[in-house]
């Protein structure tokens, strides 16, 4: 009795430290991942109408990088492939590569690699299609076609009637401050380009979406019923970094328009991109500030595919980390996944969920799991289906491997609603800790 008690005060002031004590933990379920050893940057994918998952992932191959995928169907891993390999790639925890099923024979992937010769930062977007559901691939080069020795990467690749859609962030144009002066030519910004692919493997010319963007924030693209809404993060020339949406119609992209306006000036990027999710004309998008030193998850709605969003609501405005996933339950509601503040104790964040609902409501905040803190986790990839909610993670540096898990609606549902507790927050400015490549 006496070692129950002591266990059970134990438990209790393990949550204080967490300040969990009114927030409701989630049961789920460990998948076996299709993933060798040592793989990383897995993303999710939904394959044509819904019948499956894909994932795709990078994995030691030889002296370099093999670029992976599966698909998942009713709890089984139906088939495996191989994109591409190669010992030039480049791979970083968040500028992570794709293969996508465009419909059921047409796929396109991506992948990076570095530039002979080049900077750190200098790398390219190389793609592959498949006219045979991912049996075999063949590559058609770059949609960037200027050939400079500048970044290229953080791209979404998604189906544009009956072709792909790709955007992604461009620095063709980019120049230090203090290069400027040498490089007159250039603006001295990232934007965020687009091109359309058939299946031939050509590509239409490049389009520029945003002549000003921030460098290094993953992108991200929703299909509505009248067509492809982009999310990303922006940049003004005073190093306000809020997010931005436009929309596809016809051939042209609309003006850049704020999501959030917080006005959130850091001079660096956070890498920390925003989502957005469609359910016919409704549109969910869900991002990270941290305006005034007060890091938030933020969502908002629309309900005329993207036309117009709703006023934000605060997720979680206890100083989160962020890096966000996003989809629809049903036609009401939405669900939000986010990394939590991390602990001071163990360094490590959980991974959380919220529904919000159309009309702003929310659920409670509902802790599935922890990861390391740090960018050895990558960007957990979470996606929505009849099942319940596919989770996919990148474990712990520096073994890493590719770790799955799901929720299924039936554990989901079964936690009653309760109040979010406040706990104390990292003072610390979130600029301080997490930043790459200053403007």
Known sequence: MIKKLCLAVLFLVGLSVYGWSQEASLRYHTIKSPAIAGARLPRLTA?????????????????????????????????????AYGDNWFVNWADYPSVVAIDEQFWVAHWLTKQKGGKTFDYDIALAISNDAGATW????????????????????????????VIWLDGREYAKKTERAQHPEKSGNFNLRYTRIYRDGSMDAEQIIDANTCTCCWTSVAVTNKGPIAVWRGRTDDEIRDNRFSLLRGSQWTAPDALGGEGWKIEGC?????????????????????QGDRPRVRAAF???SGEIFSNPVEIDDVAPLGRIGLGWKDEQTAIVSWMTAANPETKKSSLAFRTVSKDGSMGSVKRILELSSGRDTGVPQMIVDAQGILLAWTDAGP???????????????????TQKVSVSQNTAPFSAYICRQPH
């Open 47 to 83: 394959m044509p109408d819904r019948q499956g998952v894909l994932m795709s992932w990078v994995e030691p191959y030889a002296e370099g990088h093999a670029l992976k995928f599966a698909v998942l169907r009713d709890g089984n891993w139906i088939r495996q492939g191989e994109v």
């Open 138 to 165: 063949r590559e058609i080069g770059h949609p960037h076609r200027d050939g400079t020795a500048s970044e290229h990467g953080f791209v979404t690749v998604f189906k544009n009637a009956n072709a792909a859609g």
């Open 270 to 290: 956070p890498v920390n991109g925003p989502s957005v999710a469609a359910h016919g004309k409704n549109v969910a998008a869900a991002w990270f500030t941290s």
């Open 302 to 304: 629309s309900q005329n």
């Open 399 to 417: 073994n890493h491997g590719v770790k799955m898990a799901r929720v299924g609606w039936k554990d989901f549902q079964s936690l009653s609603s």
